[in-house]
């Protein structure tokens, strides 16, 4: 039976940071730390979306992490209309921003958008290895 948890967030610059540390507490707890970093990048990429382009003011966003089998998805839900695209466009190279989700499609191993009766999830797959797999392996 998969597991599953999720917690939400308001709109605020410090929820990325507590979106991070939710993600690595539940991973650890369920004993899943081979690709925590991956899924502690990709968290903190899709939650700064979420707040500055999918959470209207005074709405929250969703972080939601399902465990099944050897498959992490993660997902962010918030409630604005705007759908972004999977393929984003090259960002210029000037620019300070624009590169989140192309990062996040890059390390996870699969990415999408569902669109919901409000607002959308932006979701990432990670493959994982569960801790008896990993039993005195020093890459675990």
Known sequence: M??????RFPRSRASVRDARVFVRQVLT??????????V??????????ALLHGAPPGREY????????STIRLAVRDSGDRHPGIDPP????EACSGRGL?????????????PD???????VVFKTVSPSECAGEAAC
């Open 29 to 38: 707890d369920w004993g899943h730390t081979d690709r925590l970093d991956d």
């Open 62 to 69: 969703c972080v939601s992490l399902t465990l099944d089998g």
């Open 90 to 93: 090259e960002a210029d190279l």
């Open 40 to 49: 502690t990048l990709c968290v903190s990429e899709l939650a700064t979306n």
């Open 117 to 123: 009766v409000v607002g959308k999830s932006v979701w």
């Open 102 to 114: 192309r990062l996040a499609r890059e390390v996870a191993d699969d990415m999408g958008v569902t």
């Open 2 to 7: 998969p597991l599953s948890r999720n917690h």
